[in-house]
């Protein structure tokens, strides 16, 4: 569905103290944005040559920006076209757009199938990528070679460098770091397989990482377990949330997060 005269749309958020919100689409045939409704924009020009930062709203990402130190110029999120939520986690996009605005970082955001798809992801992730003309974007995986390798296989294709600044052989010393660093993460999805669904809702804390069962990624990188940052160094409050219902889905339970 992505090529030829077809568009892909999606939203560039900024906050007020960078600049004023603008909903976009994304010519996937030149390249060039429009507003919806208005003429072309060519976004390119805004961040051209700049960082994007793949951004799950979890403790991995929010560790990358960390370790980045300013060296951001933008977040990029996904979110699912039939229910607004994240891949993955029963939490809606309002809330990444309210980590977005602590944060004050513009945050992109591409509308992915649901049920998802990675080859459908992949195309429009390389439609934006092309569109915005940005020079590099950076992961929070730690240790999946194979993941690692196809990102850089596909940002390779499009012209644009990888980088993953969280990369690590030894996930225990990452999940103290992450937490040593002042990230609050709460737990919002577990694999009822390998994690108790009791688990779900609380933080991300040396607690939570000596109750794990033995064997466990301390980081879920295998899909154990999946954050939802409440709180990150350099924000100047921490995001008011409420819980929902616990969900359960085949092998997979999840805890709603709304805003408060």
Known sequence: PLVGEAHLHFRLRRTPARLVRRTCAARVADGTMRRMGAGPVDASRMIRGGRLLSWSGGKDSAYALHLLAGDVDMLLTTYLEGSGDLPHVDVPLSLVRAQAELLGLPLLEVPIPDPWSRVVYEERMAAVLRATGIGSVAFGDLHL?????????????????????????????????????????????????????????????????????????????GGEFQTFVVHQPGAPSRLTYRTGPVRHAGDFSTLRLEPA
């Open 145 to 221: 070679e194979e993941l690692r390798r196809a990102r850089e296989d596909n940002l390779a294709g499009i012209g644009v460098t990888g980088a993953f600044p969280c990369w690590t052989r030894d996930s225990e010393s990452r999940a103290r770091e992450i937490i040593d660093a002042g990230i609050e993460a709460v737990v919002v999805c577990v694999d009822t397989r390998r994690l108790h669904a009791e688990f779900l809702g609380r933080r991300f804390d040396r607690a939570l990482l000596k109750d794990m069962p033995a064997g466990l990624d301390a980081c879920g990188e």
